[in-house]
T-cell receptor
Framework: DTAVSQTPKYLVTQMGNDKSIKCEQN?????MYWYKQDSKKFLKIMFS???????INETVPNRFSPKSPDKAHLNLHINSLELGDSAVYFC????????????FGDGTRLSIL | AQKITQTQPGMFVQEKEAVTLDCTYD???????LFWYKQPSSGEMIFLIY??????QNATEGRYSLNFQKARKSANLVISASQLGDSAMYFC?????????FGAGTILRVKS
Protein backbone atom coordinates (compact mmCIF):
# COMPACT_ATOMS: atom_id res chain seq x y z
CA ASP A 1 0.00 0.00 0.00
CA THR A 2 1.87 3.05 -1.28
CA ALA A 3 1.27 6.05 0.98
CA VAL A 4 2.14 8.81 -1.51
CA SER A 5 2.16 7.76 -5.13
CA GLN A 6 3.02 9.90 -8.10
CA THR A 7 2.91 9.12 -11.79
CA PRO A 8 4.71 8.91 -14.06
CA LYS A 9 8.06 7.97 -12.57
CA TYR A 10 9.90 9.14 -15.68
CA LEU A 11 8.86 11.79 -18.17
CA VAL A 12 10.92 12.56 -21.27
CA THR A 13 9.57 15.22 -23.57
CA GLN A 14 10.54 18.07 -25.85
CA MET A 15 10.79 21.77 -25.18
CA GLY A 16 7.53 23.60 -25.61
CA ASN A 17 5.31 20.65 -24.72
CA ASP A 18 2.75 20.58 -21.91
CA LYS A 19 2.83 17.78 -19.36
CA SER A 20 1.17 16.75 -16.09
CA ILE A 21 2.31 14.83 -13.04
CA LYS A 22 -0.27 13.23 -10.78
CA CYS A 23 -0.05 12.64 -7.05
CA GLU A 24 -2.29 10.78 -4.65
CA GLN A 25 -1.96 10.07 -0.93
CA ASN A 26 -3.90 7.56 1.13
CA UNK A 27 -2.70 8.77 4.53
CA UNK A 28 -5.68 11.00 5.23
CA UNK A 29 -3.44 14.06 5.38
CA UNK A 30 -4.85 17.54 4.87
CA UNK A 31 -1.72 19.12 3.40
CA MET A 32 0.08 18.25 0.19
CA TYR A 33 3.19 19.70 -1.42
CA TRP A 34 5.27 19.85 -4.57
CA TYR A 35 9.05 20.07 -4.29
CA LYS A 36 11.64 20.40 -7.03
CA GLN A 37 15.06 18.74 -6.75
CA ASP A 38 17.59 20.17 -9.17
CA SER A 39 20.66 18.56 -10.70
CA LYS A 40 22.72 19.45 -7.62
CA LYS A 41 20.20 17.60 -5.44
CA PHE A 42 18.92 20.82 -3.85
CA LEU A 43 15.29 20.49 -2.76
CA LYS A 44 12.95 23.47 -2.77
CA ILE A 45 9.26 23.87 -2.06
CA MET A 46 7.10 24.92 -4.99
CA PHE A 47 3.52 24.73 -3.79
CA SER A 48 1.46 23.60 -0.83
CA UNK A 49 -2.24 22.93 -0.57
CA UNK A 50 -4.26 22.49 2.60
CA UNK A 51 -7.60 20.82 2.12
CA UNK A 52 -7.71 21.82 -1.57
CA UNK A 53 -6.69 25.42 -0.94
CA UNK A 54 -3.37 26.90 -2.08
CA UNK A 55 -1.34 28.08 0.92
CA ILE A 56 2.20 28.29 -0.45
CA ASN A 57 3.32 29.48 -3.87
CA GLU A 58 7.07 29.97 -3.86
CA THR A 59 7.71 32.32 -6.77
CA VAL A 60 7.24 29.59 -9.31
CA PRO A 61 6.75 30.61 -12.98
CA ASN A 62 3.07 30.68 -13.86
CA ARG A 63 3.75 27.95 -16.45
CA PHE A 64 3.43 25.66 -13.42
CA SER A 65 -0.14 25.20 -12.26
CA PRO A 66 -1.06 22.91 -9.39
CA LYS A 67 -4.58 21.54 -9.08
CA SER A 68 -6.14 19.80 -6.11
CA PRO A 69 -9.48 18.19 -6.97
CA ASP A 70 -9.75 16.83 -3.42
CA LYS A 71 -7.49 16.66 -0.40
CA ALA A 72 -6.06 13.29 -1.43
CA HIS A 73 -4.86 14.50 -4.82
CA LEU A 74 -2.49 17.21 -5.97
CA ASN A 75 -1.54 17.33 -9.62
CA LEU A 76 1.07 19.51 -11.31
CA HIS A 77 0.60 20.78 -14.83
CA ILE A 78 3.49 22.40 -16.66
CA ASN A 79 3.00 24.43 -19.84
CA SER A 80 5.59 25.27 -22.47
CA LEU A 81 8.33 23.16 -20.95
CA GLU A 82 11.83 24.64 -20.91
CA LEU A 83 15.25 23.02 -20.58
CA GLY A 84 15.58 24.41 -17.06
CA ASP A 85 12.51 22.48 -15.97
CA SER A 86 14.54 19.26 -16.08
CA ALA A 87 14.57 18.02 -12.48
CA VAL A 88 13.04 15.51 -10.13
CA TYR A 89 9.64 16.60 -8.82
CA PHE A 90 8.49 15.23 -5.48
CA CYS A 91 5.01 15.20 -4.11
CA UNK A 92 4.61 15.03 -0.33
CA UNK A 93 1.89 15.11 2.28
CA UNK A 94 1.68 15.72 6.01
CA UNK A 95 -0.77 15.83 8.87
CA UNK A 96 -1.69 18.91 10.83
CA UNK A 97 0.60 18.59 13.80
CA UNK A 98 3.89 20.46 13.82
CA UNK A 99 6.01 17.44 14.63
CA UNK A 100 4.62 15.25 11.88
CA UNK A 101 7.05 14.52 9.06
CA UNK A 102 6.24 15.05 5.44
CA UNK A 103 5.87 11.78 3.55
CA PHE A 104 7.30 11.88 0.06
CA GLY A 105 6.40 10.09 -3.13
CA ASP A 106 9.14 8.39 -5.13
CA GLY A 107 9.62 11.37 -7.41
CA THR A 108 9.10 12.05 -11.11
CA ARG A 109 12.25 12.54 -13.17
CA LEU A 110 11.44 15.07 -15.88
CA SER A 111 13.90 15.32 -18.76
CA ILE A 112 13.50 17.97 -21.44
CA LEU A 113 15.14 17.28 -24.79
CA ALA B 1 19.95 33.87 3.84
CA GLN B 2 20.62 30.17 4.08
CA LYS B 3 18.65 28.71 6.92
CA ILE B 4 20.03 25.17 6.97
CA THR B 5 23.73 24.54 6.54
CA GLN B 6 25.29 21.15 5.98
CA THR B 7 29.02 21.78 5.73
CA GLN B 8 30.09 18.27 4.72
CA PRO B 9 29.45 17.62 1.03
CA GLY B 10 30.70 14.03 1.43
CA MET B 11 31.71 11.67 4.20
CA PHE B 12 33.25 8.21 4.41
CA VAL B 13 32.79 5.82 7.32
CA GLN B 14 33.99 2.31 7.94
CA GLU B 15 31.30 -0.32 8.28
CA LYS B 16 30.24 -0.86 11.91
CA GLU B 17 31.61 2.50 13.04
CA ALA B 18 29.58 5.54 14.08
CA VAL B 19 29.38 8.69 11.99
CA THR B 20 28.12 12.22 12.67
CA LEU B 21 26.56 14.34 9.95
CA ASP B 22 26.53 18.05 10.76
CA CYS B 23 23.61 20.43 10.49
CA THR B 24 23.30 24.01 11.70
CA TYR B 25 20.22 26.13 11.32
CA ASP B 26 19.17 29.73 11.61
CA UNK B 27 15.82 30.89 12.90
CA UNK B 28 14.44 33.56 15.21
CA UNK B 29 11.27 31.59 15.85
CA UNK B 30 11.31 29.98 19.33
CA UNK B 31 9.16 27.12 18.04
CA UNK B 32 10.58 25.02 15.24
CA UNK B 33 11.11 21.45 14.15
CA LEU B 34 14.11 19.75 12.62
CA PHE B 35 13.98 16.67 10.42
CA TRP B 36 16.49 14.35 8.82
CA TYR B 37 15.77 12.51 5.59
CA LYS B 38 17.73 9.83 3.74
CA GLN B 39 17.81 9.66 -0.04
CA PRO B 40 19.39 6.45 -1.37
CA SER B 41 20.55 6.15 -4.96
CA SER B 42 17.10 4.84 -5.91
CA GLY B 43 15.85 8.38 -5.27
CA GLU B 44 13.08 8.14 -2.69
CA MET B 45 13.03 10.41 0.37
CA ILE B 46 12.89 8.49 3.65
CA PHE B 47 12.08 10.22 6.93
CA LEU B 48 14.55 9.27 9.68
CA ILE B 49 14.13 11.37 12.80
CA TYR B 50 12.53 14.51 14.23
CA UNK B 51 13.62 16.97 16.93
CA UNK B 52 11.35 19.70 18.27
CA UNK B 53 12.78 22.90 19.66
CA UNK B 54 11.08 22.36 23.01
CA UNK B 55 12.02 18.70 23.34
CA UNK B 56 14.02 18.18 26.50
CA GLN B 57 15.81 15.10 25.30
CA ASN B 58 17.71 14.30 22.14
CA ALA B 59 15.65 12.28 19.70
CA THR B 60 16.56 8.65 19.01
CA GLU B 61 15.19 6.16 16.47
CA GLY B 62 17.00 2.85 16.40
CA ARG B 63 20.55 3.46 15.14
CA TYR B 64 19.79 7.14 14.50
CA SER B 65 20.11 9.81 17.14
CA LEU B 66 20.20 13.58 17.13
CA ASN B 67 22.86 15.58 18.92
CA PHE B 68 20.72 18.67 19.49
CA GLN B 69 22.56 21.71 20.82
CA LYS B 70 20.01 24.50 20.89
CA ALA B 71 22.37 27.29 21.96
CA ARG B 72 24.68 26.46 19.07
CA LYS B 73 21.73 25.95 16.71
CA SER B 74 23.00 22.59 15.65
CA ALA B 75 21.17 19.30 15.11
CA ASN B 76 23.73 16.72 14.08
CA LEU B 77 22.65 13.24 13.03
CA VAL B 78 24.56 10.36 14.56
CA ILE B 79 24.37 6.96 12.87
CA SER B 80 25.74 4.16 15.01
CA ALA B 81 27.08 0.84 13.75
CA SER B 82 27.08 1.92 10.09
CA GLN B 83 25.89 -0.55 7.50
CA LEU B 84 26.53 -0.68 3.77
CA GLY B 85 22.88 0.17 3.23
CA ASP B 86 23.42 3.51 4.98
CA SER B 87 25.26 4.79 1.91
CA ALA B 88 23.01 7.58 0.68
CA MET B 89 22.43 11.33 0.62
CA TYR B 90 21.26 12.77 3.94
CA PHE B 91 19.26 15.97 4.22
CA CYS B 92 18.65 18.11 7.26
CA UNK B 93 15.47 20.18 7.09
CA UNK B 94 13.71 22.73 9.24
CA UNK B 95 9.99 23.26 9.35
CA UNK B 96 9.14 26.85 8.57
CA UNK B 97 5.40 27.32 8.75
CA UNK B 98 3.93 24.67 6.47
CA UNK B 99 7.02 24.01 4.43
CA UNK B 100 10.35 22.26 4.90
CA UNK B 101 13.54 24.17 4.16
CA PHE B 102 16.31 21.76 3.23
CA GLY B 103 20.06 21.87 3.53
CA ALA B 104 22.28 21.00 0.58
CA GLY B 105 22.77 17.45 1.81
CA THR B 106 25.71 15.22 2.73
CA ILE B 107 26.65 12.13 0.72
CA LEU B 108 27.65 9.29 3.03
CA ARG B 109 29.63 6.32 1.77
CA VAL B 110 30.07 3.28 4.02
CA LYS B 111 33.22 1.28 3.30
CA SER B 112 33.43 -2.47 3.89
Amino acid sequence: DTAVSQTPKYLVTQMGNDKSIKCEQNLGHDTMYWYKQDSKKFLKIMFSYNNKELIINETVPNRFSPKSPDKAHLNLHINSLELGDSAVYFCASSGGQYNQPQHFGDGTRLSIL
Amino acid sequence: AQKITQTQPGMFVQEKEAVTLDCTYDTSDPSYGLFWYKQPSSGEMIFLIYQGSYDQQNATEGRYSLNFQKARKSANLVISASQLGDSAMYFCAMREGNKLVFGAGTILRVKS
